[in-house]
């Protein structure tokens, strides 16, 4: 068959308006990279990305691991990360020096009971933790609650010994007697609870901002890059509902949701029931109040808090970060 | 052990060393008596070295044994003194702490050692120099450290592989006058290596040639200058007529050494 | 003509200005705004932080902790290390025995160990030295060893010839013969010994340089962390000059 240029043109014009028509499905997936962990403030993330929320909105989480918030937090500052969850005490470190690189878009929970300040046999209050040797992981929510705890049981700073170390190492220390007493979180929490003889002395209930703002020495917030922010409000939109809808499983089916994190948290499914109906899910529509009312003090007064323990050199103005726009 | 073996200050007996399949040593019997003053002489390569390190010990023959002094040689002993070409004196000690060292291994307490190590110092004319190290010494001073050193460990024998080569003309002679010297008054048992004629008419008391491929002593001859061998003797016709029946024979030796490498 | 080189003092000017060039470029280019104060602080940031800290008393304490647990650990790797050395040096037999166990050792990194160490010594001053204990032995050793092989054999021969037994040849030849090897050796393993000192400080420590870096990293005060780095700098060029200076004087029979 001869083909002429009448033809072909014809043809081309025929094939490329039906690759045309294909190409809608093929622009769907916008990619968000979201910097995470096994911690439970991550679980709705890992959950809308797991669940295929995020994917029905046409998302892709690309998910980074970072082990610790300060790294999270550096990430966020050179561009490496776009959204993430990090626990306050590390963002108000760098809004403290200024860094405006990032802002709060949302609360993700309220974690009171999964933290605490737990003691060897013979220890049965924090007043006897006078002139006794404490663990606690320095620059962390467990060690503000550490300093805070203290404080209210009148011990002053020199009067215990209170020593860096870092999470998995904790447990060891206490169960082999080098240490009178060990402030962790979940995991190393729960298995230091395990231990023969030991007692909860503290966890964030005891705290004294939780008390009149019922808010934890290092609550978790939804941290979104402003420069990404900018450029694609509707995409962070889109991404806040699937984040929320796997906020409101988490919340109402805690079962099917632990079902869904045990892989990647690696827990046993005890201990991840316990994590999950342990935190309080916020829901969208209470976000705004969150965002605008009494907790942003309450996030106010932690900073303060954490000027008077000499943590940070001074305390940012906490409003300026929050961006209630996207909820 | 016959009556020869055992009025000899050290006897070579049968010995053969060989490297795989190069003879350096083979058939070497000799008896050395107690006060001679033996020099080894030869081309390069003709064993003398090695002989000496079967001497002190530092090697083991492949076949045969070698007895000093009535004690079979089988691991490095301090009864055959060894003073090596490149001094070998420890840089880190003073002269007098290098020269008692061999009394310090003995475990002698230290103010005897260094009494014995001064009078040896002075023996080799090095008085005033005591404090000093070796890098701060000219290469002769180091050499009668060196045999300072040796001298002070009161061995039955000493062994020097050609001592002076390193130094120059004058500095030789005024030593190879001071060894002699030495050797008159404490009348040790001295085996010296050189590969110059002049030199071992004018040290020994006997004159071991010895020849390469294989290693073997080839003519052992007695020298019967006239101690002291001043310019007198150095120059008379018994001296040229020496000289020249050494000179043949190793003239000799080296033209078939070299023959039997040139193919 | 025939230039001349620059005299010492000439270096040693050039040098120090070079220094100060540099630091007064940081400067003018944190002033100028035109990085973000986080990503790089001024050099007057670190010195007003200097500042603070000599005037409420905890400038000293750090770098002496750093120092104390740097330089016992340091010690004691080479106080092993040098007999040790020194007898593998001389024995096939020995080194065919231990060379792949310190082969294994050599490339871990000092922080590696800390979760044996936690296990063995607890959370105790001992621990931290048992890391920088580990971060300089096999290297040390591997040094000691080298130098021993390198003694020249003329003189071992010379010992044994005037009477030295196997142990006085070590002691008397090998050790004062491989010093001066030894000795330029430890330079750098004393180097090696300041790279574990955070990972040394990791758990437990309460103050050090180590201790003062990672904790001014939690809290993004990274003027804190360029201080912190610039001590140990410092500390390590000082005590570079102090070894240098001994290192003149054991070997002062080589001038």
Same mark, same amino acid.
């Given at each position: ?27 769907? *997936?916008?990619?968000?990279? /979201? ?7 991550? /679980? ?6 797991? *669940?295929?929320?995020? $994917? ?58 999964? *933290? ?122 889109? /991404? ?41 899910? /916020?829901?969208?529509?209470?976000? $705004? ?39 | ?37 033996? +020099? ?17 010990? =530092?090697?083991?023959?492949? &076949? ?46 230290? &103010? ?7 009078? =040896?110092?002075?023996? +080799? ?91 073997? +002593? ?46 | ?12 000017? !050039? ?20 990085? %973000? ?18 005037? %409420? ?31 593998? @040096? ?104 300041? !790279? ?13 340089? @180590?201790?003062?870096?990672?904790? @001014? ?10 201080? @912190? ?10 005590? %570079? ?15």
């Amino acid at each position: 068959m001869t083909l002429n240029r009448r033809s072909f043109i014809q043809k081309s014009a025929a094939a490329s308006f039906a690759g045309a028509l294909s190409l809608p499905s093929l622009a769907a *997936e916008q990619t968000v990279k /979201y910097g995470g962990s096994p911690w439970l403030g991550h /679980y709705p993330a890992h959950l809308a990305m797991a *669940e295929g929320y995020l $994917k029905e909105v046409g998302i892709h989480q690309d998910w980074q691991s970072f082990a610790t918030s300060s790294a999270r937090m550096s990430a966020f500052m050179s561009g490496g990360v776009d959204i993430g969850c990090a626990g306050i005490v590390s963002a108000l470190a760098l809004m403290s020096r200024g860094a405006k690189q990032f802002a709060i878009i949302a609360i993700p929970e309220n974690f009171g009971r999964v *933290e605490g300040l737990v003691a060897r046999k013979g220890i049965a209050t924090v007043a006897d933790l006078k002139g006794k040797k404490i663990g606690v992981t320095f620059a962390s929510s467990t060690h503000l609650l550490v300093l805070d705890v203290l404080e209210q049981a009148g011990i002053k700073p020199g009067e215990a010994d209170v020593l860096n170390i870092p999470g998995p190492e904790l447990q060891g220390a206490i169960k082999t007697g080098q240490i009178d007493a060990a402030a962790a979180w979940t995991p190393h929490f729960d298995n230091i609870l395990r231990e023969p003889g030991v007692k909860l002395l503290a966890d964030d209930s005891q705290f004294s901002l939780y008390k009149s703002f019922k808010v934890t020495p290092g609550p978790d917030v939804l941290l979104v890059r402003r420069e990404f922010a900018a450029q694609n409000r509707e995409l962070v939109q889109r /991404y806040l509902s699937a984040y929320f809808k796997a906020s409101d499983l988490l919340r109402e089916q805690p079962e099917k949701a632990s079902q869904a994190l045990l892989k990647f948290t690696g827990l046993n499914m005890k201990e991840q029931m316990s994590a999950v109906t342990g935190s309080d899910w /916020y829901p969208q529509a209470q976000q $705004k109040e969150l965002l605008t009312g009494d907790f942003v003090q309450g996030l106010q007064k932690l900073a303060e808090m954490l000027v008077k323990h000499k943590q940070i050199d001074k305390a940012p103005v906490v409003k300026d970060w929050i961006d209630a726009s996207f909820v | 052990m016959n009556e020869q073996h055992k009025r000899s200050m050290i006897s070579v007996q049968g010995i053969a060393k060989h490297y795989g399949d190069f003879k350096a040593l083979e058939r070497v019997d000799l008896e050395i008596e107690k006060g001679e003053f033996v +020099v080894l002489l030869g081309a390069s390569g003709c064993g003398k070295s090695t002989l000496l390190n079967l001497v002190t010990g =530092f090697d083991k023959p492949t &076949a045969g044994r070698i007895v000093v002094n009535g004690r079979e040689v089988n691991k490095v002993d301090p009864h055959c003194g060894m003073v090596f070409q490149q001094y070998a004196l420890f840089p880190w000690l003073t002269v007098i702490d290098n020269v008692a060292f061999g009394l310090k291994m003995k475990g002698i307490a230290k &103010a005897e050692r260094l009494q014995v190590a001064r009078r =040896f110092i002075e023996m +080799v004319g090095l008085k005033g120099f005591e404090d000093k190290y070796p890098n701060a010494l000219s290469g002769g001073m180091r050499q009668r450290v060196s045999i300072a050193r040796v001298l002070a460990n009161d061995p039955d024998v000493i062994l020097l592989d050609e001592p002076f080569a390193a130094l120059d003309a004058m500095t030789r002679q005024v030593l190879q006058d001071e060894l002699l010297q030495i050797y008159e008054k404490s009348k040790k048992t001295i085996i010296f290596i050189t590969h110059s004629i002049d030199e071992a008419l004018l040290l020994s008391t006997r004159m071991l040639i010895m020849s390469a491929r294989p290693g073997r +002593v080839v003519t052992d001859i007695r020298n019967d200058l006239p101690m002291p061998r001043n310019a007198q003797v150095q120059l008379s016709p018994r001296y040229n007529e020496l000289k020249g029946q050494i000179w043949d024979t190793v003239q000799s030796e080296v033209m078939r050494s070299l023959q039997a490498t040139s193919h | 003509m025939i230039s001349k080189a620059p005299s010492r003092m000439a270096l040693a000017a !050039t040098s120090a200005a070079s220094v100060l060039f540099f630091i007064a470029l940081w400067e003018a280019v944190c002033r100028a705004g035109l990085v %973000d104060p986080i990503f790089l602080p001024p050099p007057s940031a670190a010195l007003g932080k200097a500042a603070a800290m000599l005037g %409420d008393g905890t400038f000293w304490p750090h770098i002496l902790a750093s120092a104390r647990r740097v330089m016992i650990g340091f010690l004691a790797a080479t106080a092993v290390a040098i007999p040790l050395g020194i007898f593998l @040096g001389t024995s096939s037999f020995a080194r065919a025995v231990f060379d792949p166990i310190l082969s294994f050792l050599r490339p871990l990194p000092s922080m590696s160990w800390i979760p044996l160490s936690l296990l063995w010594f607890g959370i105790t001053e001992t621990q931290k030295y048992s890391i920088v204990f580990m971060g300089c032995f096999a290297p040390a050793m591997v040094y000691v060893i080298e130098a021993t092989r390198n003694v020249d054999p003329l003189l071992v021969r010379a010992a044994q010839n005037l009477g030295a037994n196997r142990w006085q040849v070590m002691k008397e030849v090998i050790l004062p013969g491989s010093l001066s090897q030894i000795l330029s050796g430890f330079k750098v393993i004393l180097g090696l010994a300041w !790279t574990c000192v955070i990972a040394a400080e990791l758990v437990a420590a309460r103050e050090g340089l @180590g201790f003062l870096i990672m904790n @001014g990293k939690e809290f993004f005060q990274t003027e804190v962390v360029v201080l @912190g780095m610039v001590l140990i700098s410092t500390t390590v060029l000082i005590t %570079d000059f102090v070894f240098r200076h001994i290192e003149n004087w054991v070997l002062r029979w080589k001038q």
